[in-house]
């Protein structure tokens, strides 16, 4: 089992920046890839930007090269970040965690909002 806490999100103006954070703990030695969705309103959840063991990235066109997701390791917990900038209004969304294990189960955060608006 891996559990997971998101923090970070909020309301900011267009072009602005925000970090977004994911504490993993239990089980973390499974874990194979970790990453960012998306969902707006009326629109289905999407992914933003993953990061897997090695290092190796993936994006969504949508935000290439204006969001960076990392990943830090420690003894018991791995983070994964989302460092989001030039932020546009369609970004605007709710940010779910995710994270594939190596027998490819799922795990959710709980979400976080993030809202772009002048």
């Known amino acids: 089992q891996v559990q997971l806490v998101e923090t970070g999100g909020g309301l900011v103006q267009p072009g602005e920046s925000l970090r977004l954070s994911c504490a993993a703990s239990?089980?973390?030695?499974?874990?194979?890839?970790m990453g960012w969705y998306r969902q707006a309103p009326g629109k289905q959840r999407e992914l933003v930007a993953v990061?897997?063991?090695?290092?190796?990235?993936?994006?969504a066109d949508s935000v290439k090269g204006r969001f960076t997701i990392s990943r830090d390791n420690a003894k018991n917990t791995v983070t994964v970040y989302l460092q989001m900038t030039s932020l546009k209004a369609e970004d605007t969304a709710a940010y779910y965690c995710?994270?594939?294990?190596?027998?490819?189960?799922?795990?959710w955060g709980q979400g976080t909002q993030v809202t772009v608006s002048s």
């Open positions: 239990g089980i973390i030695s499974s874990i194979y890839a």
């Open positions: 995710n994270v594939l294990d190596t027998l490819l189960r799922t795990y």
């Open positions: 990061v897997r063991n090695g290092g190796s990235t993936n994006y």
